[in-house]
Nanobody, 116 residues
């Protein structure tokens, strides 16, 4: 089992910023990719941002230029800097890692609410 420590969500006004962090750990874990998906009520889960071990970056089109994903040197902690937040960014943000052998694992998620 993979243990996730997620933080940084909360309530912010439109135009504001938040920074999410996620640390994944397990004795067997060999991370190929780490990132976030989000899910809003009544909507499908969608990719927000992902960073692979070979430094490939994937962003959802509607967050490009506003969100930036990064990771620490060890590679099991990622950060998502979210700027210029909009009400439509409101969702549960779920950290995910892809292990090289065992596939995808998911964190419990953190709520991000953008509202005035």
């Amino acid at each position: 089992q993979v243990r996730f420590v997620e933080s940084g969500g909360g309530l912010v006004q439109p135009g504001g910023s938040l920074r999410l962090s996620c640390t994944a750990s397990a004795s067997f874990l060999s991370i190929y990719a780490i990132g976030w998906y989000r899910q809003a009520p009544g909507k499908q889960r969608e990719l927000v941002a992902r960073l692979t071990i070979d430094r490939r970056l994937d962003y959802a089109d509607d967050v490009k230029g506003r969100f930036t994903i990064s990771r620490d040197k060890v590679g099991n902690t990622a950060y998502l800097q979210m700027n210029s937040l909009k009400p439509e960014d409101t969702a549960v943000y779920l950290c995910t890692v892809k292990d090289r052998v065992r596939g995808d694992f998911w964190g419990q998620g953190t709520q991000v609410t953008v509202s005035s």
